[in-house]
């Protein structure tokens, strides 16, 4: 089974900056695709980047882009997301994903797609 523990989420005033880890264990092949999603409650999760574990293409929101990063560390099966310049409305709970052997593609931000995921870490932002 595929477990995925998140960590890094925490408080922060508008501006702050924070990184996001999440270590994927008990994969049997390390190769698929890994992303990160977010949510408040009353909206639906949102995609806001992913990874190809394996071969290291990056997807990014197009609205977020700009301050957000995602990152991987191959051997470890483990990815980050480098939030910069974080804003009160990025005040949510954010959630690590992975679906086993796939690739991303154009599908990446389909929370469907995915088959694992983890319990989700903080982030609250205060202006």
């Known amino acids: 089974d595929v477990q995925l523990v998140e960590s890094g989420g925490d408080s922060v005033q508008a501006g702050g900056s924070l990184k996001l880890t999440c270590a994927a264990k008990?994969?049997?092949?390390?190769?698929?695709?890994m992303a990160w999603f977010r949510q408040v409650p009353g909206k639906e999760r949102e995609g806001v980047a992913a990874?190809?574990?394996?071969?290291?293409?990056?997807y990014h929101a197009d609205s977020l882009k700009d301050r957000f990063t995602i990152s991987e560390d191959i051997g470890n099966n483990t990815i980050y997301l480098q939030l910069n310049n974080l804003q009160p409305e990025d005040t949510s709970m954010y959630y690590c994903?992975?679906?086993?052997?796939?690739?991303?593609?154009?599908?990446?931000?389909?929370?469907?797609?995915?088959?694992?995921w983890g319990q989700g870490t903080q982030v609250t932002v205060s202006s």
């Open positions: 994903a992975a679906a086993w052997r796939q690739t991303c593609g154009s599908g990446w931000h389909s929370r469907n797609k995915y088959e694992y």
């Open positions: 990874v190809y574990i394996g071969g290291g293409n990056r």
């Open positions: 008990g994969y049997r092949y390390a190769s698929g695709c």
